[in-house]
């Protein structure tokens, strides 16, 4: 796969929904020993009801994920990157960064989006 995966949050919509594809890719990041990275801004667009949303909840609470905030530093950079790229979605900047610090792939709903603010991104379109 990749030296690690960082979610958008069509993918966790996606996961919520049952889509096969992610819980395949998933399982596999997850056997596989792979960083699987949620920035918390992502949690936020997905969450909307916890009463409602089990596997997303379920998933949340694996030990293995890592949720990088967005610190002073990290803002910074995400502000220098949408004004480079034109970008408005702070949230979709912030999923960039992690994954270029970290070279991970993407797993988005979204490939456009992302590649409008960096087209050498590795993306897995869901």
Same mark, same amino acid.
């Given at each position: 796969?990749t030296?690690g995966?960082?979610l958008?949050t069509?993918a966790?919509i996606?996961l919520e929904r049952?889509?096969e594809? $992610?819980r395949?890719l998933? +399982?596999?990041?997850?056997?596989a020993?792979?960083?699987?990275?949620v920035?918390c801004?992502?949690?936020?667009? /997905?969450?909307?009801?916890?009463r409602?949303? /089990?596997?997303? @909840?379920?998933?949340? +609470?694996l030990?293995?994920?890592?949720?990088?905030?967005?610190?002073v @530093?990290?803002?910074?950079?995400v502000?220098?990157?949408?004004? +480079?790229?034109?970008?408005?979605?702070?949230?979709?900047?912030?999923? $960039?960064?992690d994954?270029?610090m970290?070279?991970?792939? $993407?797993v988005?709903?979204?490939?456009d989006d992302? +590649?409008?603010i960096?087209?050498?991104l590795s993306?897995? @379109?869901i």
């Amino acid at each position: 796969m990749t030296s690690g995966v960082s979610l958008d949050t069509g993918a966790l919509i996606a996961l919520e929904r049952g889509d096969e594809q $992610v819980r395949q890719l998933l +399982r596999r990041a997850l056997n596989a020993d792979l960083p699987l990275h949620v920035v918390c801004e992502v949690v936020a667009q /997905a969450w909307r009801d916890g009463r409602r949303q /089990a596997v997303l @909840a379920r998933f949340l +609470r694996l030990p293995e994920i890592v949720f990088p905030i967005m610190d002073v @530093a990290a803002a910074k950079i995400v502000g220098e990157l949408c004004a +480079r790229s034109g970008a408005s979605d702070v949230v979709d900047v912030h999923v $960039v960064v992690d994954a270029r610090m970290h070279g991970h792939r $993407v797993v988005t709903s979204d490939p456009d989006d992302l +590649r409008s603010i960096d087209s050498s991104l590795s993306l897995i @379109a869901i």
